[in-house]
Structures are given as C-alpha cells and as structure tokens.
C-alpha cells in the first residue's frame, strides 16, 4: 500500500511536471493564454504528489514496512521514533525525495509570489525551469534511485536500522532539512535568471527580487553548514569540524559564489552594472549545487559523509549538470553581450571596486576548492597516478584569500561610492584600527605566539571595529530599528563572519592534544585540567550497547564512550564535550581498557574558542534574516540640518530622493 | 571606447572559454571510476617482500623468512570484514591443492590486534591448516589499503603480485604457473 | 553637500581642518608601529624564550596529519580510529622517539603506500598544476581586473548608466566637515604641508623609539608562558617530569633519576617511575635494588606492561631466572607490547626459552 501511494506520487509529481512545462512553452510559443493558465496550475498536482510520496514514506518508516527496500535498509524496530522520521533523509534514495519535496515548496512559494504577475513572459519563462528542474529530479527517482522499490522475495522482520553515525545526535533531523533548504533554495533565483536572459529582461526590480530568494536560501545554506560542522565535531571523534573533504567542499562552493552574488547584488542595484556578471552568479551557483550533488552520491570522491552509491545516480547527476551548464552557456553566449550595460568603475579605491575585490576573491576561493577536490580525479586521467589533495592543500592556498577578504570586510563598509580619498578612509578607519592594534597588542601580551594566528587576529578585530562603528551610526540614526534593512543585517552578518575567523584560527593553531593512560582513580593533569578516571559502565539500550567511561574533569563527570548498534559491526566512537567560552575539552575513549580496573586510554584535546564557531554561525544566519526586514525609518532628524541636492531617503530599501531644502 | 561597428564580445569569449573548461572537467569525471573499485597497485611489486614476524595466534612464532623456498600467499584480514570470510573457502581450495605438493601456503596475518582473539577462534572453526600470525607493523609495512588485501610471495621472496579483494584459487594457481614460467620454480 | 554652511561651522571647521591632519597622521603612524612590533614579537622574530618544545605525542599528531589514514574515507591518520592508522600513529611516535627525520618517514612511507598517502599534493610531477593553477589564475585575473580599469579609465572616468541612481552622499556617515573643505585651508600653501611632512616625520621618528623600547620591554618584564595557564597550554605535571625524565636517561641517567625521585615523592606508588628507575639501576649493575623496583611497580600496577618487560631482562641478564623471564615476556608480549619494544621482547623470549632448555 505504501510503495503504490509512493510510486503513484513520484509518478503523478513527475507528469504534472512535464505537462506543465509542456503547456507553458506551448502557450508562450504559439500565444494561446488558456494554456498557460492551464500550464501554470499543473503545480499543484506537483505538489500533491510529492506530498503524497513523502507520506507514504514516512509510514512506511514509522510503521516498519518491511516491503521497501528502502525500510529494509535503513530502519529497524529497535530505532526510537525520531531516527525513524529522520531516516528518510538517511541513504541515498530518500534524501532525493527529501530533494524533491524542498523543491516542491519552493516553487509553490515561487507561484504564490508572482501570483499578481501571472502573465509576464519572464515570470512563465521561470515556471518552465522550475517544472524542468522538478521533472529531472523525480524522473530521477522512478527511473534509477527509487525510494519505493520493493524486497526481492519476502518481506522481512527486521532491518539494520540507520547507519549508527546518523543515530547518535539530534543533529540529523536538523543539518540536512537546512542543507537542502540553501542548496535547493538556490534554483528559484536560477530560474529567475534563466528566464531573464531568455526574455532579455534585466529590468533591476527582478534583481532585487533573486537578491530576496537568495539571501534566505544562503542563510539556511549557512546554517545547514554550521550544523553539518557540529555534528562532525560532536561525533566523528577526532576534535576537527571541518576538513576540506569533498562532501563537503560540495556545499561549500555554491556557498561562495552566492555569497559573492549578493554582495555584486548591491553594485547592480546602485550603479546599474556588472548585470550579465550577477546573472552568472546565479546560474553557477545552481550549476554548483547539482555539481555538488552528484560527488556526494556518485562515489568518485571518498568521503565519509558521502552517501553509499546505488549505481546510476552517479551518470544521471552528471548529465543533468552537463544540461544544465550547457543551457547556461548557450543563454549567456546568445544574450550575454547584448545585455550588457555601460558603466564604468571610476577607481578601485571605492566601493564598488571594494565589492570588485571582493567578487574576485570569492571567485578564486571557489576557483582553488573546485580544483582542489576534482583534482585527484583529473591526475588519475592524466597518468594514472593516484593522488590526494587533503586539508593541508586546502588551509595552505585559502588562507591569503581569507586575510584578504577579512581586510577588505573591514575597508569595505567606510568606502563610499565612486570615490574615496586616503584622507577619507584613515578618518573613517581610526578607530577599528586603533581597536585591531590594541587587540593585538593585548593577544602579544598575554603569551600567544604565531605570526598567522596573530594576523588573523588583528584583521578579525579591524573588520569587527569596521562593522561596529557602522552599527553604532545606524542605531544613532534610526534607533534599534535601524538595524534592521540590508546594511544593519550585513554588517551583523560580517561580524558573525569575524567570530567564526577568529574561532577558527584560534582552534587550529592552539589546540593541545594527548593520550593519557590513566589508573583508575589516580589524578593526571593536562593544560592545567584535572583529569581522573573513575571506571567504565556499559549501558544497554534496546538497539544499542555503549562503553562508558566515567571521567571526573576538574570535579564534573563525563561519559566519552563507544557505542556499537545491533545489526551492524561498526562501533562508533562517542567522545564526550565540556564546551566553555574560553576552550573546548574533548574527550574520548581511545582504547577500552582489557579488564575492569584495568586502566583506560583517554585522549584528551583541548581547543580554545570552538564555541565562537557556532555563535558565530546564528549571528550570521541572524544578519541575513534581519537583512531581509524592511529597514526602520530615521527616528531622529539628520542633526536638523536641511537637504542639499542629491540627498536620499531609505524607504522600503529603496532610495528616494529628497527633494532639496526638506528637513530631513 | 569601443571603435563604433565592432559590436561587443568580451562574454562570448568568456563564456567559450568557460564552456570549454566545463566539457574538459565533465569528460574528466565521467571516465573516472568510483573510489571503490580503483585497481591497486602495490609499489612493492617486484622487490623483497618486507619482513612478518610474531606471535602465531594459534601458539608458536612465526615469521615469513621461514617459508622461503615455497609460494606464500600472504593474505591480511580480520573476522569484521564480509569480504574475508567469503574468500574463505577459496583460500581453504588453494591450500588443500597444495599442502601435498608442499610448494605454496597461505599465512594470514591478523589486521587489527583487537581482532586476534575472535580471528584465533573463526580460523580454528574453519579448520584453516595454515599458519595465522599477529604482527601489526605487517600492516603498515605492506600498504594495507583495504581488506581483504593479499601478496603473492615467491619463493626467492620477492613480491610476485598484490591481490585485492576476494582471490579465487584458480587466479591464484594461474600467477603460480605465470611464476613457474618465469623460472620461479620451487628452489 | 547635505548640510549647511553656516560660519560659525566653517571657522570650526578650518580649525578642526588644522588639528586633524596632524592628529590623525600620528595616530595611524602609532597604530602601525605597534601593529609591527607586536607582530615581530609575536611571530619569534624577535626570540623571547620561555617557549617549550613540543611533546612527542603533539609532534605525532602533527606528522600524522600530513598523512592520509589508508584504510578510510578521506579522513588523515591523525583524525583516524582504524587499526591501520593506530598502527601508523604508534609506529610515527615510535620513530620519532628514536630520532628519525621526517624525510625519512615519509619516504618510508611513499616507499609502501605510494604518494596518494600525502595529505598534501607533492610539489613536483603534475601536482604542480594544481599548486601553480591558482596562482597562474589569481595573476591573471588580477591582470585582467587591471587592463579593465584602465580601460574604464581611458573611456572618461565618469561615464554614467542610463539608469544608475545619481549616486548620493553616503547618508549614514556623519557629515566630514565639508563646510571646511569650501575655505581654503593652510594646506593649500606648498611651505606650509613641507613643514608639517617633516614635523609628522620627526615625530614617527621618535613615536616609532620610544613606543618600540615600551612595547620589548613590557615583553621582556612579562612573565614567561606557563604551560596550561595561558592560552597556549601544554602538557602539566606528572606526565611533563616523565617525558623530562625518559628523555634524560640515555644521556644523563643520574639527572634523571633525580627526575624520577621527585615524581615519586609526589606519587610513591606511580609504576613508571619505578619501572624507569628499577631498569636505570639494573644498567648500573645494582640488580637487587633494581628488582625490588620492579617488583614494587608490578604490584602498584600490574597491567603496565614495561614493568614486567623489564622485570624479564632483569631476570634473565642478572638473576638468572630464566623461567621466570619467559613467563613474564610471554605474557608481555601477549598484551599487546610496544612496538619499539616487541623485537627486543622476542630476542629475549627466545634466548630465555633456549636457556631453560
């Protein structure tokens, strides 16, 4: 019962698609209206089915039907109600339906709104994308990765249940909903880019328009990758959160060149120019997501996060970008020169070069993470040679880049627009400046020691100096709901940015580890922390039997242990956390001890600031959000003075001008 | 500015040159192969075969110095690994064959320490003849990369081949007749 | 410019306009002379001492990053909980302990797992391209954002879009004294700026001195960095004086020992301590101390192997009990030994075996 709902969902969802698209370009190609009322109303059974198709699979998990493969796989009786829930998104054939329906909403609040504007070609010429991307994606499913395919022979009573690594935390019901909320929100401003270069309309409303639907999807993207970074740390049992692995450079990438676009964005909706330029942005920035997907399902790169390849995903994915980038190219080959608009970028000493700068720098970062991971693939075709480009690499060329855009965070924000003069900027800049010295000097003073750490340092303190002094003239300005708006939330986001810098740098260059072989109830020490072990503990629950040692650190216990799950021969590693603002311990079991009494090996990292990391990340996700508010009114006149010519008033995050003589 | 006439093409040139960056990295990584199924290849092939020795997990010493003279088929694993023990009886077939002859033997060398015990146990319920032995530098030594892994040693101990994943005995009795042609018969 | 300009504020602002300049070029001349000299401080340019050597656990770990753990997904050796990679890490401490380079281990290493067990592509061959991609690409891009600007340049500054907004005074920024900029200040007469460009250069001067001999001597005066109390930690206490001590006994057993005396006055019944001693006695030639040592640290521990390892050789070189040896080196050697000591273990085993006949 639930495989033929499933089946007939995907099946229903995949012919609404393809009858929508159909009607769509029919209607628009031979004018006929009724079509393209007709073609725009097909979402709905779109949506239905991937509705009825996620129903059908969460019953199927909640309930243990056996009779999918896919329940086979991935749930057991013993697996708690939650991890049930969550294994859909656990293996490979369910996170594509996850996919699917993310994709679903996302095009019904894409529907909802452009109710008004129903009739626009640019507006039809978007919907027809979202329908082709749709149909790829559940087309995907039927054919080659089907979540409801049946059992070969009978229907068995019990499953393995998830992999252990995605039952041990909460975090799985949380990380990759978020995930695929940024990754997939991207394809609403796709599809709005790919229609503005079929109609030819660059018309800037639609540009702030793709600037709303990415700026909430790059915010779900973060968070879905500060969440993916903590559960790492939390589980994988080595202290380390992020290490440049392929999966994970994979939600990286369209990270980056969304985050350049929304800050070319602001060039295009103040200068009118670099239009051809954001257009790119978005396209790549999808281009990127299905690239992404496809090495996190195909198998190519190994990766511990990566999904385990059913065969066929992995050239159904490739295709799909192959499409994807070709029609891309074509649009911009075929319009791209005549879509270009004059303007000209006086000096790079000025805010739109800063955002130049900027734009650059992010494209290298992404330039050096996309050969970095496909490298070992490209070295295998040249010569047969095998080779690795891990984290090292990865720390080693990014670095410069992220010094550099830490220091142009902080110039940035005090650049006006056209022109700046040196006077100008050592003005604006005194007291950030004044503040990264002190810092640094502070840090110097204090005992910490390393020239890249200590720059880091400076430059987080310069650009958080920066992005506070903006702050405080937006709060004398307008008062507190001057924060919100595009410049409040930006520069809430850039400090957010400075936090997780800083963590960063901090963590890595300071952390201290050791294996401390400790007798049960003798004390160790270790970076001024008292360590005792006081015995194991095994604790059994149904499904899953954990070692536990018992560890007092400086009077509190702690329970780092290791877990194995029935049913299945892998014993996951359980390290146990005491998170201050000031450091992190981490502590695990290295080797379970021989025999009670006996002692145990405890290993022990200790690494200073990795809570800023995730702080950090919710007050990036916060600036993005409050960005997408509309900015408060000016509460408090501009110091009474009248307004000259050229003067400007925010409202609705637009600039109006004033006329001349109005107190403001 | 631009000469009047010329229309602009600076995005047509970008764009086919991105285009073309794309279709190379597409060709790329549709020939490559999943990570899974990547041929090994050991960069010991054809030198000495690196020296084994420890305790053998059914009592005694061993080490691989004493089986010069005859075809060793070293072959690492652990009972964790599905693989293995489906390689079992294959590896059971190759040594009945020759145990007569006395001119080729399996030692097994254990893969993880904390593995000896229930390994000591699955080979003695199998009713594996040949000698197992626990020598974990064995496994760094030889480049262990995944399990099952084995190396054919010659008899002059030189590393013959490197087998990964399950072997069958007829593979194997295939590079012994490779080895005799190439004059490395039993000494 | 936005806000009016009155008298009173363009008196002001001439004023201002005076004391700014100076003030403001003393400020960032301080800023950046002690940006530099924290930095040369903080970077051991300037070596300041106190700093300890790392641990050897801490230098395994960082070599076993820099190698790829060969039996998993992706993850390095460091990061790794398989049994390959346990081995690799106590083989790296191992040789680390010994002395050997790291050029050493890792060509070891290529020698048996070939190159893809570098974590960081090898800078030679065609891993070049990907080293040198980026930087060929960055210079490019650098280049082309150039030939751009002078292109923009060429075509006159200042052309403007059909539709770009007429580019407004930054609204958000306090008004910056425009008022003054209509009056033309002292500035604009040539003597005057060349005596306040040498003034603000003679005050550099001096600032950059007295601000640099403030800065190293506050170094100097500040405490050297304890190890766990500050933010660069370390290793503490019992486990810091043993690795003192292990590392002295080869060259300086009688420092060592003292080492060792101390950690048992704190700990009498620590068994590595005793174990370290009993066995630097034994070498001495004092068999019976040595023995009662031993034996003392096999009682406070019993699962320490080393205790009974050397308790063996002791048994076997100077008692003359070599049955009990093979006792205790089987039941060494079954417990998983050090693998820096395993070999010898073995020697041992069998000489002891072949001496109890």
Redesign the interface.
């Known amino acids: 019962m639930n495989i033929a709902l499933g089946q007939s969902g995907l099946l229903l969802a995949l012919l609404g698609a393809l009858a929508g698209a159909a009607a769509l370009v029919v209607g628009v190609a031979r004018g006929r209206p009724w079509v393209v009322r007709a073609g725009q109303g097909y979402i709905w059974l779109v949506m239905a089915g991937a509705v009825v198709a996620t129903v059908a699979m969460q019953r199927a998990l909640i309930t243990h039907d056996f009779s999918l493969a896919y329940v086979d796989n991935n749930d057991s009786t013993f697996t708690p109600l939650i991890y049930r829930i969550t294994a859909m998104w656990s293996d490979l054939a369910g996170s594509i339906l996850l996919w699917a329906l993310v994709l679903c909403g996302y095009l019904a609040a894409m529907w909802f709104r452009f109710r008004h504007r129903r009739e626009e070609p640019l507006v039809i010429w978007a919907k027809i994308t979202g329908y082709v991307v749709a149909a790829f994606f559940f087309g995907l499913m039927l054919a080659v990765s089907n979540p409801f395919k049946r059992v070969h022979g009978a229907v068995p009573t019990q499953g393995p249940g998830p992999d252990p690594l995605l039952q041990d935390r909460l975090l799985v019901a949380f990380h990759p909903p978020l995930l695929y909320l940024g990754l997939v929100g991207f394809t609403v401003p796709f599809c709005l880019a790919v229609a503005s270069l079929v109609t030819g309309q660059t018309a800037d409303s639609w540009l702030a328009e793709s600037r709303r639907w990415a700026i909430f999807a790059w915010a779900c993207l973060t968070a879905g990758l500060v969440l993916g970074a903590w559960w790492s740390y939390q589980v994988l049992g080595w202290g380390g959160y992020w290490s440049w692995d392929p999966v994970e450079n994979s939600a990286l990438l369209p990270w980056l060149t969304a985050t350049a676009f929304l800050h070319s964005a602001i060039v295009q909706q103040r200068r009118a120019m670099l239009t051809v330029w954001n257009l790119s942005l978005l396209l790549a920035t999808f281009s990127l997501t299905i690239l992404g997907t496809f090495f996190t399902r195909s198998g190519v790169l190994e990766s511990v996060h990566s999904f385990t390849d059913d065969g066929g995903v992995g050239p159904a994915l490739l295709v799909f970008f192959g499409l994807v980038a070709a029609v891309c190219i074509g649009l911009l080959a075929w319009r791209g020169d005549q879509l270009h608009r004059p303007g000209a970028i006086a000096t790079p000493v000025s805010r739109e070069g800063a955002f130049l700068a900027n734009n650059f720098l992010f494209a290298a970062f992404a330039f050096v993470v996309l050969l970095g991971t496909v490298f070992p693939l490209i070295a295998e075709a040249a010569n047969g040679s095998s080779i690795t480009v891990g984290g090292p690499f990865f720390d080693t060329m990014t670095m410069p880049i992220v010094l550099c855009l830490l220091f142009l965070m902080a110039v940035a924000p005090v650049l006006p627009w056209r022109r700046a003069s040196g006077e100008l900027l050592r003005q604006r800049l005194a007291w950030p400046a004044a503040g990264a010295t002190l810092v640094l000097a502070a840090c110097v003073v204090a005992g910490v020691r390393g020239l890249w750490p200590l720059v880091v340092f400076a430059l987080a303190a310069f650009a958080g100096g920066s992005a506070s002094r903006q702050l405080a003239i937006l709060v004398r300005r307008a008062g507190l709901g001057g924060l919100a708006g595009r410049s409040g939330g930006g520069m809430v986001a850039h400090l957010g940015v400075v936090l997780i810098a800083v963590a960063f740098a901090a963590s890595h260059a300071y952390e201290h580890q050791a294996q401390l072989t400790l007798a049960v109830g003798r004390p160790a020490t270790f970076a001024g922390h008292t360590l005792v072990f006081r015995g194991t503990k095994t604790v059994n629950v149904p499904g899953r039997s954990s070692l536990e040692a018992i560890v007092d650190l400086d009077g509190h216990a702690y329970h780092p242990a290791v877990a194995e799950f029935a049913l299945s021969n892998e014993a996951v590693v359980s390290p146990a956390v005491e998170s201050t603002p000031a450091q992190d311990i981490y502590l695990t079991l290295a080797s379970v001890p021989a025999k009670g009494g006996a002692p145990a090996a405890i290993g022990v990292i200790v690494e200073p600031l990795v809570m800023w990391l995730w702080i950090g990340g919710l007050v990036v996700v916060v600036g993005a959000l409050m960005s997408m508010l509309p900015p408060g009114h000016r509460s408090k006149p501009l110091e009474g003075l009248p307004s000259g010519p050229g003067a400007v008033e925010l409202r609705d995050g637009e600039e109006v001008p004033v006329p001349v003589g109005t107190a403001l | 500015m631009r000469p009047t006439g010329r229309p602009r093409r600076t995005v047509l040139w970008v764009v086919v040159g991105t285009a073309v960056v794309v279709a190379a990295l597409i060709a790329v990584v549709a020939s490559a192969q999943p990570s899974s199924e990547v041929e090994g290849k050991s960069p010991l092939l054809g030198g000495p075969a690196p020296a084994i020795s420890g305790p053998g997990l059914g009592g005694g010493h061993y080490s691989l110095a004493q089986f010069r003279g005859r075809w060793v088929l070293v072959n690492f694993m652990a009972t964790w690994c599905e693989d293995c023990q489906q390689e079992m009886p294959q590896l059971m077939e190759f040594a009945k064959q020759h145990a007569r002859a006395g001119d080729a033997t399996v030692l097994t060398v254990a893969d993880d320490p904390s593995d000896v015990g229930q390994l000591r146990r699955y080979l003695a319920a199998e009713g594996a003849g040949w000698p197992a032995v626990d020598d974990p530098v064995a496994t760094v030594s030889y480049g262990i990369q995944g399990l099952p892994s084995s190396f054919l040693v010659a008899p002059d101990g030189t590393v013959f081949a490197y087998l990964i994943g399950e072997v069958r005995a007829s593979e194997l009795d295939s590079w012994l007749q490779q080895g005799a042609a190439k004059g490395f018969g039993a000494a | 410019?936005?806000?009016?300009a009155s008298p009173e504020a363009g008196a002001e602002g001439v004023a201002a306009q005076r004391r700014?300049?100076r003030r403001?070029a003393v400020?960032?001349a301080?800023?950046l002379i002690?940006?530099g000299l924290?930095?040369a401080?903080?970077?051991?340019a300037l070596r300041t001492g106190g700093?300890k050597a790392p641990?050897v656990?801490?230098r395994t770990?960082q070599l076993a990053?820099?190698y790829?753990c060969?039996?998993?997904?992706?993850?390095?050796v460091?990061?790794?909980?398989a049994?390959?990679a346990v081995?690799?890490k106590s083989?790296l401490r191992s040789w680390l302990q010994q002395g050997r380079s790291e050029a050493e281990i890792r060509s070891y290493?290529?020698?048996?797992?070939?190159?893809?067990?570098?974590?960081?592509?090898p800078a030679s061959?065609?891993?070049i391209?990907?080293?040198a991609?980026?930087c060929l690409?960055?210079g490019l891009?650098?280049a082309a954002?150039g030939f751009?600007?002078r292109r923009?340049?060429r075509?006159?500054?200042?052309?403007?879009?059909?539709?770009?907004?007429?580019?407004?005074?930054?609204?958000?920024?306090?008004?910056?004294a425009p008022a003054a900029r209509a009056v033309p200040g002292p500035a604009a007469v040539p003597h005057v700026r060349a005596r306040r460009r040498q003034q603000v250069v003679l005050f550099t001067g001096v600032a950059l001195m007295v601000v640099g001999v403030g800065?190293w001597a506050?170094?100097r005066l500040?405490a050297p960095?304890v190890?766990?109390?500050?933010?660069?930690?370390?290793?503490?206490?019992?486990?810091a004086e043993l690795q003192q001590a292990s590392a002295l006994a080869a060259t300086d057993p009688v420092a060592a020992l003292a080492v060792y005396d101390e950690v048992l006055t704190g700990?009498p019944a620590q068994?590595v301590a005793l174990t370290a001693e009993g066995w630097i006695y034994a070498q001495a030639g004092f068999a019976g101390k040595a023995m009662g040592l031993l034996d003392k640290a096999e009682r406070a521990?019993p699962?320490?192997g080393p205790a009974h390892f050397y308790r063996a050789l002791v048994l076997l070189d100077y008692d003359r009990q070599p049955g009990a040896a093979v006792t205790e080196l089987k039941w060494y050697?079954?417990?998983?030994p050090d693998?820096s000591l395993s070999s010898v273990a073995?020697k041992a085993l069998g000489r002891a075996e072949s001496e109890a006949g």
């Open positions: 410019m936005g806000s009016g700014d300049p403001s400020l960032w301080a800023i002690v940006l924290a930095l401080v903080g970077s051991g700093d641990s656990y801490q770990l990053g820099e790829r060969p039996v998993c997904q992706g993850e390095s460091a990061a790794s909980s049994p390959e081995e690799i083989l290493l290529v020698a048996r797992y070939g190159p893809s067990i570098l974590e960081e592509p061959g065609l891993s391209v990907v080293w991609l980026p690409a960055v891009g650098a954002l751009g600007f923009w340049r075509a006159g500054a200042f052309v403007e879009g059909p539709t770009g907004l007429p580019g407004p005074p930054d609204v958000l920024e306090p008004p910056t800065l506050l170094d500040s960095r190890p766990g109390g500050t933010i660069t930690g370390g290793l503490t206490g019992i486990q700990d068994p521990d699962s320490y050697l079954s417990r998983g693998p073995r």
